[in-house]
């Protein structure tokens, strides 16, 4: 991931609206292993609205972009890009050694419709939490490289 973030130029503001439907997003859990290395979150239901506030606080933090999540669009301007974002679904994909997790999410734009594929790979002892934060860092560096210099 290091290595996109370092391709990364965006000198715009991006406001993100979440598109409150994905809070009700089940985790599709797929594989042959299935013990409590793979934990889905410890019997908590997990807050993605949150979760996806960090993650764009922390890729702010690593890319120097100024990614805000908003409750609703503000008036357009030509220095800020507003996207709506949301989820699709998430499939962990778990092995012997290694869980997957594909966050498919939706960024709509300018009434245009970007499907993304967001993804976490951890060795062992994953948690849903932490391999969603990163699938949604990693999504949102995939559609920030394709459209912030629109």
């Not at 890009?81 to 869980?99: L, R, Y």
Request: proline share 1%; with cysteine; hydrophobic share 35%.
């Amino acid at each position: 991931m290091n290595t996109l973030i370092s391709k990364l130029d965006c000198n715009k503001t991006v406001h993100f609206v979440w598109d409150e439907s994905s809070n009700f997003t089940r985790i599709q859990s797929q594989g042959t292993f299935k013990n409590d290395y793979f934990s889905l979150s410890n019997g908590k239901k997990l807050n993605y609205r949150s979760i996806f506030a960090e993650s764009l606080k922390e890729l702010g933090k690593k890319t120097k972009a100024k990614l805000i999540l908003k409750n609703s669009h503000t008036f357009p301007s030509d220095s800020i890009i507003q996207v709506t974002v949301k989820i699709e679904n998430i499939v962990w994909h778990k092995g012997f050694s290694k869980a997957i997790m594909d966050t498919h999410l939706v960024y709509n734009i300018s009434n245009q419709v970007v499907p993304v594929l967001g993804k976490s790979k951890a060795q062992s002892n994953a948690r849903a939490g932490k391999s969603i934060f990163q699938s949604f860092e990693h999504g949102n560096l995939l559609f920030l490289l394709a459209y912030c210099d629109r």
